[in-house]
T-cell receptor, first 106, second 114 residues
Framework: KNEVEQSPQNLTAQEGEFITINCSYS?????LHWLQQHPGGGIVSLFM???GKKKHGRLIATINIQEKHSSLHITASHPRDSAVYIC????????FGKGTRLSVIA | GAGVSQTPSNKVTEKGKYVELRCDPI?????LYWYRQSLGQGPEFLIY????????DSGLPNDRFFAVRPEGSVSTLKIQRTERGDSAVYLC????????????FGQGTRLTVV
């Protein structure tokens, strides 16, 4: 079993839909990252969380330390949100989930 | 520099050759990480430096892989006797410390072994 599990693996949504990507982990961590990777592109850090909730624009990330679970939400999704979203926990080092491939269709 | 810089951005090499991949972390960042990402997969941990020393090298797949960070800044990942299975994007990240500080990623080096 991977230390970091993400679901779903693939997600297709219509423009404007509310999207949720989930991440569960099984190890003790110092922080959790949500990362975005566009095809052929580098990795961009969206959020780093160690507790509670963070919001940036249309993106919201939450973490429940007791349940070892985090969610990434995208409100009013747009085709430019199409990317792979990766959950990574920091022990350190960073341990990555396999990613969720999101496609938003206009 | 302003961000994590990796060179080269692309490297094509013949099977059996030796390659070096370079990572310039953000100035002042003590923690540096190397990852490998195969097509369609999430990044896999290779090695983590805290300062000049390797704090965790448990992800290095075999003794053909080696990494150094002699002055606690620039790091070089070295791969000997390359194999076609080594083809991947090699990612470097740095953070201010190894704890709960944000990690910043380079654009990666795409290594192709032919």
């Amino acid at each position: 079993k991977n230390e970091v599990e993400q679901s779903p693996q693939n997600l297709t949504a219509q423009e404007g839909e509310f999207i949720t990507i989930n991440c569960s982990y099984s190890v003790g961590i110092s922080a959790l990252h949500w990362l975005q990777q566009h095809p052929g592109g580098g990795i961009v850090s969206l959020f780093m969380l160690s507790s509670g909730k963070k919001k940036h624009g249309r993106l919201i990330a939450t973490i429940n330390i007791q349940e070892k679970h985090s969610s990434l939400h995208i409100t009013a999704s747009h085709p430019r949100d199409s990317a792979v979203y990766i959950c990574a926990v920091k022990r350190p080092p960073l341990v990555f989930g396999k990613g969720t491939r999101l496609s938003v269709i206009a | 520099g302003a961000g994590v810089s990796q060179t080269p951005s692309n490297k094509v090499t013949e099977k059996g050759k030796y390659v070096e991949l370079r990572c310039d972390p953000i100035s002042g960042h003590t923690a540096l990480y190397w990852y490998r990402q195969s097509l369609g997969q999430g990044p896999e941990f290779l090695i983590y430096f805290q300062g000049t020393g390797a704090a965790d090298d448990s992800g290095l797949p075999n003794d053909r892989f080696f990494a150094v960070r002699p002055e606690g800044s620039v790091s070089t990942l070295k791969i000997q006797r390359t194999e076609r299975g080594d083809s991947a994007v090699y990612l470097c990240a740095s953070s201010l410390t190894g704890g709960s500080t944000e990690a910043f990623f380079g654009q990666g080096t795409r290594l192709t072994v032919v």
